[in-house]
């Protein structure tokens, strides 16, 4: 089964040639079988049925050991020098084509903390170890985890184009919505009006199951990642909708908060317009000073303080994550330093990352909460917005 554009596949391959010439690694060797590589729908935009190994070379000439039912599916890439079947025993045709390589450094998709750099199971990991000896595995092994972060972080130019419309897609449907909901409706009811605009423009949820709906959360009832509920919105009702939106398999993240009005209001009381702007503040404030050679943790503690300066607990959650293939993306996360320390807020901000941004006012016992999220890429002058920024609390009448 296919996955992916064929033009990304390429570039990413590309950018995994150069990644491994600067590394001194030779070879980086995928073994997936039933999908168990998240890195395989990237780097190789096929799904194995039955055991595959992908040997990625440095000098360009990639070659394949697969099964004769998935043969055709990498043969029709054009991605590989050589496309070998293997057919009674897998062991010796694997041990055959890694000897006639004369691997010296092979990278493997091994890594304790990230889960998209973790695709060799252990079970493919003690074969390979049995196949080859464990002394010779011992011997060229490394972690392909830093290669993979940024090819999987740093975007090409066809994965922009894929990502912008995301963005532009899902900027669309919020605004349809919003044109939609009114008091009265349950979440639910909120929710399955998004269901309604993907359908209607051949689009899915980045996140969870195709036609899921959104977060969407009535503050009053309880704010957390949960699914819409039967709760009827109320005029008074802050409600925040988290929103990922899948095209092309490439995805957008950005979450709007939206107002009831009471009948005789106007506009928003004072304390839920102020918590707005708040958290406003705190995302264009972390988009306005965050730059290439950063670290994560530096820029989570931009919004941070913003958020705590005002008056607010801290934020619970990270200022920001990547975003591309998943809502999630891994690599770099603008998140605090804790005990035990984690490498991926450690990770320094490179151009062509795509972050999500999401400094959030988050209180108890039925406090205004607001949560606002807008996506941006990083460019050599700074972070460009790709999202319509919400800056103005949208007010929906009784």
């Known amino acids: 089964m296919q996955l992916g554009d064929s033009m990304i596949t390429q570039e990413k391959l590309a950018q995994a040639v150069q990644l491994m010439q600067e590394n001194n690694i030779d070879t980086w060797l995928i073994l997936t079988r039933e999908g168990t590589d998240p890195s395989s ?26 099964s004769a039912s998935d043969y055709g599916s990498y043969k029709d890439t054009g991605l590989f020098s050589e496309v070998r079947q293997y057919e009674a025993s897998v062991d010796e045709a694997f041990l055959e084509l890694y000897n ?28 390979l170890s049995e196949v080859i000896g464990e002394e010779t595995l011992t011997d060229v092994e490394v972690s392909s985890e830093p290669m993979l972060k940024q090819i999987r972080s740093k975007k090409s130019p066809e994965e922009m184009k894929l990502i912008k419309q995301a963005v532009h897609l899902t900027d669309e449907v919020y605004a349809a919505v919003f044109k939609q909901v009114k008091a009265g409706m349950t979440e639910i009811e ?7 605009e993907m359908k209607a423009r051949g689009v899915s949820n980045g996140l969870g199951n195709a036609f899921d709906p959104p977060m969407v959360c009535a ?21 925040i909708f988290d929103f990922s939106l899948k095209y092309k398999n490439y995805v957008s993240d950005i979450a709007r908060t939206i107002y009831f009005l009471k009948p005789d209001e106007e506009e928003a009381p004072k304390d839920v317009e102020r918590a707005f702007q708040t958290a406003v503040k705190a ?16 820029v989570d503690s931009i919004g941070r303080k913003v958020i705590e300066e005002a008056g607010y607990p801290t934020i ?12 999630h993306d891994g690599g770099t996360i603008l998140g605090p330093v804790k005990t035990p320390r984690r490498p991926e807020v450690e990770g320094v901000l490179q151009v062509g990352e795509v972050y999500a941004i999401e400094p959030t006012v988050i209180q108890d016992d039925g406090l205004p909460c607001i949560l606002v999220e807008e996506n941006v890429v990083l460019t050599e002058e700074g972070a460009e917005i790709l999202s319509q920024s919400q800056k103005e609390l949208v007010l929906i009448p009784s």
């Open 100 to 127: 006639e390589l004369d691997i010296q450094k092979m990278a493997l998709n091994i890594s304790e903390s990230d889960h998209l750099c973790d695709g060799l199971t252990a079970g493919l990991y003690q074969w």
């Open 41 to 66: 729908p990237l780097l190789i935009s096929v799904r194995s049925v039955h055991l595959a190994a992908v040997f990625i070379r440095s000098n360009g000439e990639h070659v394949v050991l697969t």
């Open 219 to 239: 503050v009053s009832h309880g704010l957390s990642h949960r699914k819409p509920s039967d709760y009827v919105v109320k005029p008074g009702d802050i409600v």
């Open 316 to 327: 619970k959650h990270s200022v920001g994550h990547q975003v591309g293939r998943d809502t």
């Open 190 to 196: 909120m929710g399955q009006l998004f269901v309604k």
């Open 283 to 298: 995302i264009h404030t972390t988009i306005e000073q965050m730059k290439p050679g950063m670290k994560g943790h530096e």
